[in-house]
């Protein structure tokens, strides 16, 4: 077992700081009071526990990630912009069209459903409301 006096166990953790690291400047030393002073409130009301525990949640997920899981989430992240892309262009060409052209009919409207592009659309349109409905109808649980 080392000897405290030669390694200075003996002598205050503050009095040891001030002598040997950096912390003995007098800007290092009012930059701490201030840090302490913001971080009092922290502590004092248990809030910065939840720092520590968010870090510490961090620390966990890249202990965690291995290069499978960074790839599925790198490829996960490639789909959502893409389809989001996707979206975005179809979404500003149909409303580049609409202000071009007239409004349509609605005799108008039942020949654009002949196009197959458009009932495909439909078909998609009314599909996502189907499970949007599914998903929002009362449950039997509920009642």
């Known amino acids: 077992m080392a000897n405290p006096t030669a390694t200075g166990a003996d002598t205050p953790l503050l009095e040891?700081?001030?002598q040997e690291s950096a912390f003995g400047d007098t800007a290092t030393e009012a930059g701490l009071v201030d840090l302490a002073?913001?971080?009092?409130?922290l502590i004092q009301g248990r809030r910065f526990h939840n720092i520590v525990d968010l870090l510490s949640l961090a620390s966990d997920g890249v202990d965690m990630a291995d290069d499978a899981m960074i790839q599925?989430?790198?490829?996960?992240?490639e789909d959502l912009v893409s389809n989001l892309w996707m979206l975005s262009n179809a979404a500003r060409f149909a409303s580049n069209e609409a202000t071009r052209q007239p409004v349509p009919s609605r005799l108008g409207l039942l020949r654009a459903a002949g196009d197959e592009d458009v009932r495909r659309g439909l078909n998609f349109a009314l599909q996502f409301l189907?499970?949007?409905?599914r998903q929002t109808a009362p449950r039997l649980d509920d009642a």
């Open 37 to 41: 002073n913001k971080l009092a409130p």
């Open 16 to 18: 040891r700081l001030n």
């Open 130 to 133: 189907a499970v949007l409905g």
């Open 72 to 77: 599925k989430m790198m490829t996960s992240y």
